[in-house]
């Protein structure tokens, strides 16, 4: 004679023996890698070559004396004349890693030179560079660059020797 189940104790064993089934996991990302870098430069040096120098000027009225950061040439607005002396543009040289690109900042508020044994000044702005700021050192990983600027010179400027400091300043970007 066939066993008979009632309806309800059949789904109720049904239902019990899912639940007693292994749960199966839940899905898993696979796993990824990343890697780690860092690059490490060779500090950076700088070094002074030559000082800016203007050279020789007179002054009959106001004007300006320019220093070309190209050629090192000196010219003159107003009653400014140049009339001798050695006058250069400032130069730099510098170390850094290879092919690395460098950022030179250079001043970008004016210098107050002031007289040697006196208190009479001029001021030294509009600053210029010889080529972009943003470079690239070469493959033996030295650089040079020069610097020019713009002297205003005063109408009956006190005759003698005006010295002043800048800072040049040279960084990785």
């Not at 870098?37 to 007179?58: H, I, M, N, Q, Y």
């Not at 004396?65 to 607005?77: D, K, R, S």
């Not at 713009?150 to 003698?160: C, F, S, Y």
């Amino acid at each position: 004679m066939p066993v008979r189940f009632p309806l309800a104790a059949l789904a109720a064993a049904l239902f019990a023996s899912l639940g007693a089934a292994p749960a199966l996991a839940a899905p898993v990302a696979p796993v990824r890698q990343a890697e780690g870098e860092a690059v490490v430069l060779r500090p950076l040096s700088l070094l002074k070559v030559d000082d800016l120098d203007f050279g020789w000027l007179t002054a009959a009225t106001a004007g300006t004396a320019i220093l070309n950061p190209f050629t090192g040439a000196v010219t003159t607005t107003g009653g400014v004349l140049a009339v001798g002396g050695m006058p250069q543009r400032a130069r730099f040289t510098g170390a850094a890693s290879r092919n690395t690109p460098i950022k030179i900042r250079i001043p970008t508020k004016p210098t107050i030179l002031t007289r040697q044994g006196g208190t009479e000044t001029m001021s030294l702005s509009a600053w210029t560079l010889d080529g972009p700021a943003d470079r690239k050192t070469g493959i033996d990983r030295a650089f040079d660059f020069y610097l020019g600027g713009t002297l205003t010179v005063a109408a009956g400027q006190a005759d003698g020797l005006y010295i002043g400091t800048f800072d040049v300043e040279v960084q990785y970007p």
